[in-house]
């Protein structure tokens, strides 16, 4: 019998090394796995690269992790909130490599790593600084980058609903980038705010097969109070 | 003479740039005060806007005692969804803008060029951390690019410019600018004014702008 969940942060968490890439779902506060990066602050693994369209507010959630040092590089579309206090500490000491991504670019880098393709072209960033160091190439006339894709070691996911199969779904607009990291790293970790019996999904609107979800656990907290 | 006229506020800059998104379009409001146009397009009118968090068919701010906390727009405030509004994650948000399939984005902005250039994103070479979220993607993506911004910055100096000299988001895509002052088009021979806000001459439009104006052939 396939069964995916875990019943504690240690089994989720087990297993992930020094010098990971882990791909962090949300968008701001929401979608934002924060049960599991307080796991994986627990759990200890350090020089961490860490992919996440933003940089955490105050010093709960992704400003946690930054705070305890052990993120040597955050590769982000924008590293701002209203209140990005750790990550500006952080970046203004030099403690942490910054690498500022257009956020569709991002999205189409980590869709690609689990898509199976190594690279892509789009017209996003032509003709600035995002653009240097990268192979420019003109396509029926119009100018495109060679963007490579960003695969994760890991990826941490916040789902709405999930079974023993590791299936998800989402809520409004917390899908965001989760069901993209989702198909993109080696080992796929997912908090979920209900579990529910196999076949209890309506298979229509399951937006993460379980082909991608390798451990499930499940974190009912209620509604994000921050965004 | 600008003391002559009557600059429009930020606000009625955005209720002029509404008037001109024709129903059925589908439209990418940037953060900040382009926000601010759905405002003013009137429901009746079916315009639907996209959130490139995922959200198509994004409505108005919800009522306090009726907010799902689980929907936020790309400036991370609570919204609503309209009837026949959508989720989808954000590889499928961006290929749609990407793909060529918003008729119009809206965006702010520093400066624009006379062919076309945008620079609205910010670098280490200001205070804090650089951050450009998906200005790039919009702009390079949407069939049309629409500017609101002040003719002037807080300083007086133009924003309408010969050439960028701030960090450029995009090349070539910027198509018309509203401004407190007037609607202008980039074209081919440079910034085309359409309009101007009323007791304002071409003359005193151009004292405060950089790039070279011309009046559009009727």
Known sequence: MIDKIVHTMAEAMAGIRDGSVVLIGGFGSIGQPNALIAGLIEQGAKDLTVVANNSGVGHVGMAALLETGRVRKIVCSFPRTADPVVFEALWRAGRIELEIVPQGTMAERIRAAGAGIPAFYTATAVGTKLAEGKEEREINGRKYLLEESLPGDVALVEAWEADRWGNLTYRSSARNFNPVMATAAKLTIVQTQHIVELGALDPEKIATPGIYVHRVLHVPYGDPMVT | ?218
């Open chain 2, 1 to 218: 003479m600008l003391s002559a006229c009557t600059p429009l506020t930020r606000r009625e800059i955005a209720a002029r740039l509404a008037r001109d998104i024709p129903e059925g379009w589908y439209v990418n409001l940037g953060i900040g005060a382009p926000l601010q146009v759905a405002d003013y397009v009137p429901a009746e009118r079916e315009v639907i806007f996209q959130s490139e968090n995922g959200v198509l068919g994004m409505g108005p701010a919800p009522e306090p005692d009726k907010i799902n906390r689980w929907l936020i727009n790309a400036g991370k405030q609570y919204v609503t969804l309209r009837s026949g509004g959508s989720y989808m994650h954000h590889a499928d948000s961006f290929a749609l803008i990407r793909g060529g399939h918003l008729d119009l984005c809206v965006l702010g902005a520093f400066q624009v060029a006379e062919n076309g250039d945008i620079a609205n994103w910010t670098t280490a070479e200001n205070d804090a951390a650089p951050a450009v979220g998906g200005a790039m993607d919009l702009a390079a993506g949407a069939r049309q690019l629409w500017v609101l911004m002040e003719q002037q910055t807080k300083t007086g100096e133009s924003r309408l410019v010969r050439r960028c000299s701030y960090p450029l988001t995009a090349i070539g895509c910027v198509k018309r600018v509203y401004t407190n002052l007037a609607v202008l088009d980039v074209t081919d021979q440079g910034f085309a004014v359409r309009e101007m806000v009323q007791g304002l001459t071409l003359e005193a439009l151009q004292q405060v702008t950089d790039a070279p104006l011309h009046m559009m052939k009727k």
